[in-house]
Structures are given as C-alpha cells and as structure tokens.
C-alpha cells in the first residue's frame, strides 16, 4: 500500500507487475453513482409511459423510447462499468474484461444511432409533411430502430475485434482491464462514429431549421387571412414545429455533451489527459438523465404519464386507453 494511502496494490504477491488502484475521489463516489442512479430511474419512467399508453405509440416516440433504452444501458451498465475499473480491481480474468468492454462500449455507443433517426424523423415530418404519414409508419420505424441496434452491436464488434480476440492484450499489469483499438480502428471509429453521424445530423437540422423559419413566416402573414374550417393544417404544421423545437434541444444537449467526449477520447493515449478523460465521461453520462428532463419540461404527455405511474393508476383496468395527449 502507498504509504501517503493514496493508492494500494492490486496483487501485493505480485509487487513487480500488479497494477496500482488509486481511491476513490468524492466524484467516483458520489457524483458519478448518483447521476448512474438517476438515468436509470428517469429513463424507466419514459420506457414505462411510451410503453404502456397507446396514444403514445407514435414514430416519434417510438424513437424516444429508443433512446430511453439506449440511455438506461448507460445509467445502468456503461457509468457503473466505469466506476468499477476505476476505482476496483479486475479479477475476473482477461476474457471477461474483452466481454464487459463490449458491453460497456456498445451501451455508451448506442444512443448515437438513436440521435440520427430522431434527426430523420424531424427532416420527414417539416420538410415533407404531406408524405410524411406514408413514409414514416409504426413498423418501420420498428425496423429502422432494429437496424439501428443491430448496426450498433456490429460496430463494436468489428472494432473490438482484436480485443476480443486477444484478451487482455492491452493490460499493461495484473489487475487491469482497459479498452483501447488499434491505429487503423481508431480512424474508422473516427469517421463511422463520430464525423459521419455529426455530418448528418447537424445537415438534417440545418434543414428543418431554414424550412420550419420560412413555415412560421408564411403562417403568421396568412393566420389573418385564413378561415376557422382551414386552421387544422396549420395546426397540425405548429405542433410538428413545435416537436421539432423540443427534440432539437435533446440533439443539442446531446451533441454539447458527445463532442468533447469524443475528441477527449481519440487521443487519450496521452497520459495526461486520464483526468479529463474521466470527467468528459461524465458529462457524456451526465447526458443520459437529462433527456427526460428535457421532455418533462417541453412535453405536457410526460408529466400526465408520471402522474399515472407514480399514483399507480397504471395499475387499473383499461389504464393503457387513457387520454393523456
């Protein structure tokens, strides 16, 4: 054990080759379970409502409840999981390291894939509105977010390819379990994973902006000029603006969040940067509780939906048909 008590051995046998495990900090002990704690149960509350009331199984929210899932592995697997090597010890043996790397990794990937289809959803409902009901139905949203998961956990593989296949490879002492990719993965990943999307959704939402300002401009020069029978098209246009306003914060939240870690983590091969590493993590983290917050505040169904829940009226006869909208 270090004498100033600032780290301990994890095989004191093994002086020379064991690995040193600093204790914990007040953010490893506390910040970062409590952020983990309130992801999990704030996105069960969005799983739950999407879920289990009808009215609510829109595309749109079925992308939502995507995303939810998505956010809950990272409440749930990915910040634990980075608690764990932090400040524990592996013992577990070099295979399950390369396993729960994959999990790990897969879980804090798989809401970039999510982001991309609520930015597909939005370019759909303003910039082609009159087709948007046909091309954009329940099953295939269904299937584009099957895909999407698929494509996720087929990434990861590709790109943990040589970790799963080698385990242990890049541990550089006994007790540790890192995750880490070749120079050759670490441009792909960098095109595929980061670029690529951000390409996409920043060009969809520039989009949808320069369309739903010009819609809002015609609809206010015209609003005196239209008549009570032929006001329901406009609000149907407002309220598909209107969503679109609340899920592009939820992208912007996201991409504010997904940049630095992102760009922190392609050359944390530099020691120096192990520290902030860490704490970009838990803004990326952090993410994964704010997205119901978001809704909580911009979406009257969601505040109905955790009245219901947390009242158990859930729990009730022909509860799933009540009128929350």
């Given at each position: 054990?270090?004498i100033?008590?600032?780290s ?12 040193e ?8 002990g ?24 009808r009215?609510l199984?829109?595309p749109?929210n ?18 634990p ?21 994959y ?39 269904q299937?584009c ?7 996720a ?25 890192v ?17 690529l999307?951000?390409?996409?959704i920043?060009t ?47 992208v ?7 940049c ?32 119901p917050?978001i ?16 009242t ?14």
């Open positions: 054990m270090d100033g008590g600032q301990v051995l994890c095989f004191p046998q093994r002086a020379n080759t064991s690995c495990k600093p204790l914990p900090d007040w953010s490893e506390v910040l970062l379970p409590a952020v983990s704690i309130l992801s999990v149960l704030l996105n069960l509350l969005v799983i739950i409502s999407i879920s289990h009331f009215q199984h829109t749109t079925l992308v939502l409840l995507s995303l939810a899932v998505s956010d809950l592995l990272v409440g749930l697997v990915a910040m999981g980075e608690i764990y090597v932090r400040i524990s010890c592996w013992f577990h043996g070099d295979f399950a390291c390369s396993l729960w790397n999990t790990t990794f897969a879980a804090a990937s798989s809401p970039v894939g999510n982001m991309v289809l609520i930015s597909a959803d939005r370019y759909l409902a303003i910039c082609d509105p009159l087709r948007y009901n046909v091309k954009v139905t329940v099953k295939r949203i299937l977010i099957c895909l999407s998961w698929v494509a956990l087929l990434y990861c593989a590709i790109l943990l390819k040589d970790q799963l296949g080698h385990a242990g490879m890049y541990n550089s002492c006994h007790g540790e379990c995750i880490s990719f070749e120079f050759y993965a670490g441009i792909v990943d960098l095109f595929v994973g980061f670029v999307p951000l390409c996409i920043i969809l939402y520039l989009r949808v902006f320069v369309v739903a300002v010009s819609q809002a401009r015609a609809m206010r020069s015209r609003v005196k000029c239209v008549k009570l029978q032929h006001s329901a098209p406009f609000r149907a246009k407002s309220s598909e603006l209107k969503a679109a306003r609340t899920l592009s914060v939820v912007l939240v996201f991409l504010v969040c997904f630095p870690y992102y760009i922190v983590s392609l050359v944390a091969e530099n020691k120096n940067l192990g520290s902030l590493t860490k704490y970009v993590f838990y803004l990326y983290g952090f993410n994964s509780c704010v997205n917050l809704y909580a505040f911009f979406y009257p169904w969601f505040r109905k939906a955790i009245k219901h829940i947390v158990l009226h859930i729990l009730q006869p022909a509860s799933r048909d009540a009128n929350i909208l």
